[in-house]
Structures are given as structure tokens and as C-alpha cells.
């Protein structure tokens, strides 16, 4: 028999696992109905942050690597460099998990911005030192802006649609086990 604790957190990684590929699909859907061809916003980097900062059990970090690697192959980037960047952010927002249980939403969203802002930074440096062809900084800015103010819809929508909200201090699973 399986423990009931387990199948909710394997139910919820493969809900990660099917948002990611949801959002992949929409974003290589021949559509185009943008006014100018801006950049939209990184939904899945949003999604990763969001979860990761209510429930870090729910997105593995070796899920995370794989599902931000084949979308670096998907979507042309180099090859492991954007999911390494996105997993360094994620440890550094999982290990502060703990510490944000208790901040209000606005600080938890300037602290997603700060990580968010040093990861595209990061990149846009690290491709600009090997000489790599990149959008415009102007761009980039202009995705890095549109991800962080979808932050919080993606955090509404995770709470009301998929029920994921932050573990209330000294909050314990089931078997009275410490979250």
C-alpha cells in the first residue's frame, strides 16, 4: 500500500511536470498574438519560484534541471547554461524557504525579483563573454519586467487552481512529522 504522503508528492511533481509541458506547448504554438513581438513573460521559471517558496518537496531539483534543459534545447538557448543559472536560484530561494514562511507577500516578491534579476543578469553576462548571439538587453529587460509582474497571478493561480500554498509555522504532515 502506498503512503498516502508519497502519492500526494509524486501527484504534485507530476503536476509540475505537466504544467511545464503545458506551458512549453503554448509557448512553441505558431500563434502570434502579440501587437509587436514583445517578449512574454517566463511562466515557468514563475512557476518553479512560486512553488519552490510554498512547497520545496514538490519541484526536486533534478526535475527542475531536466524540464529546464529540454527547454533549452526546445526553444535553441545554449545548451544547460539557462538551467543551471535557474537551479542555482532555486537552491538559493529554497534555502531561504524556511526564512520566508513568515514575510509578507510584497517581500517575498522583491526577493524573487532580486533572484530573478541576478539569474537573467548572469546569463546576458555569461553569453556576452563567450560571444554568443542574444536578444537586445533591452528585451530581456522588458521579459525579466513581464515575469515579474506575472509573479503573483502565478501565485494566485497555484493557491486557488492547484491548492499550493506556504507551510504555516509548525505545521506537520499526517504522521506528525515536521514539514
Known sequence: MVDPITSRLWMYRILFLVTAVLVVFFQILPLDLSAGRWPGPDILVAVSFA???????????????LVFFLTD????????????????????????????RD???????????????????ANHMILFVFVVDQPNIGLTIIQLLAT???YPVVVFASRVIFGI???????????GHAI
Not at 106 to 117: F, K
Open 103 to 121: 514575510l509578507p507577500f510584497p517581500l517575498e516578491w522583491i526577493m524573487v525579483a532580486g533572484v530573478l534579476t541576478a539569474v537573467t543578469a
Open 165 to 175: 500554498r506556504k507551510i504555516a509555522p509548525g505545521e506537520v504532515d499526517q504522521l
Open 51 to 65: 512553488w519552490v517558496l510554498r512547497r520545496p518537496s514538490y519541484v526536486p531539483v533534478l526535475l527542475v534541471g
Open 73 to 100: 534545447m526546445l526553444f535553441l538557448r545554449p545548451p544547460g547554461l539557462w538551467a543551471a543559472l535557474v537551479i542555482l536560484g532555486l537552491e538559493f530561494l529554497r534555502s531561504r524557504e524556511h526564512l520566508s
Open 148 to 150: 515579474l509582474l506575472s
